[in-house]
């Protein structure tokens, strides 16, 4: 009887894997709609210079500003729906998540509202990009539950 050695096949394969962070989003050119909410006009003009020079900073496109004044625990948000709803942003920014809403479960409703419309959040206060993903809201809306 004759062995046979065979020769050990090895799989031919390529593993690619990239990790980014919401934060690697924030590059200039991103274009944005800026979002204001304030309970008087005075604060309410500040704070729309404030994110204006925040995105001039950063060399954002704003593509448009929404501003409302009123109080945080509204439902009734009209120019924040339409914020979200902009086709041609890809984000909002706003000072704190405290100017987007103060009634979490309306936050959380928001903030899918948000991810569904593949738009992020960014916090101009903080820097940072505001976590707005299914995961995370989920995550959240099981705390105040």
Not at 1 to 24: D, H
Not at 90 to 106: K, M, Q, Y
């Amino acid at each position: 009887m004759l062995f046979v050695k065979k020769k050990k096949q090895v799989p031919k394969c390529a593993v690619y894997c990239r990790v980014g962070t919401y934060e690697q989003l924030k590059c200039a050119g991103l274009k944005v709609v800026i979002y204001a909410r304030s309970s008087n006009r005075k604060e309410l003009k500040s704070q729309i210079r404030k994110l204006v020079n925040y995105c001039e900073k950063n060399r954002f496109e704003i593509v448009a500003v929404k501003s409302e004044v009123g109080r945080g625990k509204g439902y009734f948000r009209t120019p924040l729906n339409i914020a979200i709803s902009n086709k041609d942003a890809e984000a909002i920014v706003i000072t704190d998540l405290s100017r987007f809403s103060r009634n979490i479960p309306l936050s959380l409703q928001l903030l899918s509202r948000v991810y569904d419309n593949k738009k992020f959040l960014i916090g101009a206060d903080c820097d940072k990009v505001i976590d707005s993903s299914i995961e995370h809201t989920l995550r959240m809306s099981s705390i105040f539950e």
